[in-house]
């Protein structure tokens, strides 16, 4: 039997130091995927904002850099999804709806970085 290479030894080793991220990403990465499949495509990126925004508050206390990025990675796609779906697929209701539900969530991820800014200097 071929004993592991460097790589898969040391990526063994950085899964044992660092569980807590495969119990977080694994479910969180799943319930974005059932978001998608379960949630009405016009309703999709608000789906996504509100699960972006809520990770990012319920992870902010943790203090973890890479959870933190992971929701603002979800934001980010909601941001292209509007850009280049909603704004040619939506009737102009729903449109407002995306833009001011986006706007609204980007603007308290802008406050609570900016309300805890010594908080997270210490995390960058």
């Not at 790589?7 to 569980?19: G, H, S």
Request: with cysteine.
């Amino acid at each position: 039997m071929a004993k592991p290479n460097g790589r898969v030894r040391r990526a063994a080793r950085w899964l044992d130091q660092n569980q807590h991220h495969l119990f977080f990403f694994v479910p969180t990465v799943l319930l974005t995927i059932l978001v998608s499949l379960e949630v009405r495509r016009s309703y999709l990126t608000a789906a996504w904002g509100v699960e972006g925004f809520a990770v990012f508050a319920l992870t902010l206390p943790l203090g973890e850099r890479v959870f933190r990025w992971f929701s603002l990675g979800l934001l980010l796609l909601c941001v292209a999804r509007i850009v280049t779906v909603d704004v040619w697929a939506l009737d102009p209701l729903g449109r407002i709806f995306s833009f001011l539900a986006l706007g609204a969530a980007l603007v308290l991820v802008s406050y609570l970085y900016a309300r805890y800014r010594e908080f997270l200097r210490r995390y960058l």
